[in-house]
């Protein structure tokens, strides 16, 4: 069973640029979230969706979006780029919404603001 | 607003020895879910454990376990026979069933695993 992917693994942008990263969870799963992990923030929560409606959001700016499609699969965007959202960006997955189903989560895509 | 805290930045341990990871949140909500995981260089973070706040028992996971004390609200693992495969970091985390569904994680402790 294949796990959560995350696509690319690395990302190097310039400052101002837009950027858009893929996830592909696990085959049947519906939920996904997307969390974003700096050394100085540590690991905070983006935003998360199920079966194709964001369900909850994090205290994000509003150049940070996401949606999911009918497969599950997720994008996030980031536009206008600043130096501060070099970051690497996880994602998870699960099987339902809510607290009862545990997460798997993917590699994540280390992104670079230059 | 629910808090998570790991005092320990850095522990280091023996191969074969023991060690304690510890974690304490802070939380007004009555039941809820708290997880250790653990994030190697590969960078995708695993799940280790994870225990439910009604439930009394602490969880256990083959070589790791937790004391789960809900009203110091504390939440340490224990990893016994530490192997070199252990060495990442590792996060706690608290999972509310009532409010936004999602993970507040701790600042994390890098393990070191000494041959």
């Known amino acids: 069973k294949a796990g959560v992917t995350q696509t690319p693994r690395y990302l190097i942008k310039t400052r101002g640029q837009q950027v858009t990263l893929s996830c592909s969870p696990i085959?049947?799963?519906?939920?996904v979230s997307w969390y974003q992990q700096t050394p100085g923030q540590g690991l905070q929560f983006l935003f998360e969706?199920?079966?194709?409606?964001?369900?909850n959001k994090g205290n994000f700016p509003g150049r940070f979006s996401g949606r999911q499609f009918s497969n599950s699969r997720s994008e996030m965007n980031v536009s206008t780029l600043e130096l501060g959202d070099s970051a690497l960006y996880l994602c998870?997955?699960?099987?339902?919404?809510?607290?009862?189903?545990?997460?798997?989560f993917g590699s994540g895509t280390r992104l670079t603001v230059v | 607003a629910q808090t998570v805290t790991q005092s320990q930045p850095e522990m280091s341990v023996q191969e074969a020895e023991t060690v304690t990871l510890s974690c304490t949140y802070d939380?007004?909500?009555?039941?809820?879910?708290l997880f250790w995981y653990k994030q190697p260089p590969s960078r995708q973070m695993i799940l280790v454990i994870r225990?439910?706040?009604?439930?009394?028992q602490n969880a256990t996971e083959n070589r790791f376990s937790v004391n789960f004390q809900k009203a110091a609200k504390s939440f340490s693992l224990k990893i016994s026979d530490s192997q070199l495969g252990d060495a990442a970091m590792y996060f706690c985390?608290?999972?509310?069933?009532?409010?936004?569904?999602?993970?507040?994680f701790g600042t994390g402790t890098r393990l070191q695993v000494f041959p």
């Open positions: 085959s049947g799963h519906r939920s």
């Open positions: 225990q439910e706040a009604y439930k009394q």
């Open positions: 985390a608290y999972r509310s069933t009532y409010n936004t569904d999602k993970l507040i």
């Open positions: 969706y199920f079966s194709e409606t964001q369900r």
């Open positions: 998870a997955s699960s099987l339902e919404a809510g607290p009862n189903y545990g997460y798997t």
């Open positions: 939380t007004s909500e009555s039941d809820y879910y």
